[in-house]
């Protein structure tokens, strides 16, 4: 199971008064891919990161970036990212009525798709836009501020989808995100989660090093 579970360092929690030092160190410690949180104080009621850091990022490192746009509206945002350099865009369901036509735009620019639901949002919109996604993100808490504790219906929730996914012959990975927690980590994973995003609750968790962090992440992983 380890070998099939990747780990995103969410960059809206690195220190940004010395953002290459910490991407430096998040590379070195292993870290698969950067997760890029996008806010615009109307989706959720807080703003992190824009396509100038963004930029910026890919400057800086060579690992894949995973947008993640918690924005109104983001049919809008969608080609302002792609032309920076990510590698996935994952936008919410909740933010916009034709999502199965921009999975297929994000496709059709070369990039893997991405759909994120809230907790209390039902698998069932995943429905018919399952063929077009790459990416489920499965937020395990309601977005827009770090530090949250972990929405308990959300791993039942993650181990239906992975039921859905296994019984389609599906091979959309599962992505979870918030109190992504080294407590908290086993059960994801047991509940059928294979991409991580590790914030404040792990990769920067305070009094721990990222390089220390990381490798204890990755040990708690369930073989």
Known sequence: MKNRVSIGASLACANYRNLEKDIRELEQAGVDSIHFDVMDGHFVPNFALNPDIL??????TALPVDVHLMVANPETYIP??????CNTITFHQEATPHSQRELTRIRD???KSGLALNPATPLGVLAH?????DVVLIMTVNPGFAGQSLVPATIN???SLRNELDRQGCRAEIQV???VSF???PRLVG????MLVGGTSSIFRKGLGIAEAVRKTYDVIPA
Do not use: Q
Request: proline content about 0%.
């Open 80 to 85: 302002v990212f792609a032309k920076e350099g």
């Open 109 to 111: 620019l070369g990039l």
């Open 183 to 185: 407590e908290n980590i």
């Open 55 to 60: 930029r910026m990022t890919r400057e800086l």
């Open 157 to 159: 929730k993650i181990s």
């Open 177 to 179: 995100d918030g109190n």
């Open 191 to 194: 509940a059928g989660a294979t």
């Open 129 to 133: 836009v399952l063929a077009d996604v």
